[in-house]
Every structure is written in C-alpha cells, then in structure tokens.
C-alpha cells in the first residue's frame, strides 16, 4: 500500500503516529517521518490514522481505491520532515 502525507496541511497531531507506530513517528515536537510503502498487516491500523486526521492530510493507496480522511475526522497527522 502506498501512503502519502501532504505535510503542508499536518498540523502535528500525532494521532497518526499513535495509532499506525510501523508507518508514522514524529521526529521532534512537529516533523512528522512516515514510510511511504506499508505492507497489507497494516491496512487496519492506516485506516484508523486516517480516519483520526483532523486535518485529513493522510491519503493511502491499497490498489484498488485510495483511502483519505472523512470530513471532521478524529486526530492525526504530524508536520513538516517529509516522508522517509
């Protein structure tokens, strides 16, 4: 699965990290570090982060359809440091 994070609408939330750790971590108080290719064990876990972003910032890619957070989503996300 394909994850990408439009780092200039993540405010540093973290929920993404918080709930997809293997994808997401923050790199100080605001960089969020994602891994842009996360394996199918983790498409639960991605479908949470994305869900919890409230700045909807996180799209997934699992082949078949993307996957982006709903309009007034939970909490998520992590700002500036790119995606590694």
């Known amino acids: 699965m394909r994850v990408v ?22 790199h ?12 199918s064990e983790q498409r639960e876990r991605l479908a949470r982060a994305v869900a919890a972003c409230p700045v909807q910032a996180i799209l997934v890619d699992d082949g078949d359809r993307e996957r982006s957070a709903p ?6 996300g992590g700002h500036g440091g790119g995606g590694r």
């Open 71 to 76: 309009a007034g989503g939970g909490g998520a």
């Open 28 to 39: 100080g108080d605001e960089a969020l570090l994602y891994t842009p290719r996360a394996g």
């Open 5 to 26: 994070v439009d780092l200039n609408r993540c405010q540093g939330y973290a929920q993404c990290a918080f709930l997809a750790p293997d994808v997401f971590r923050m």
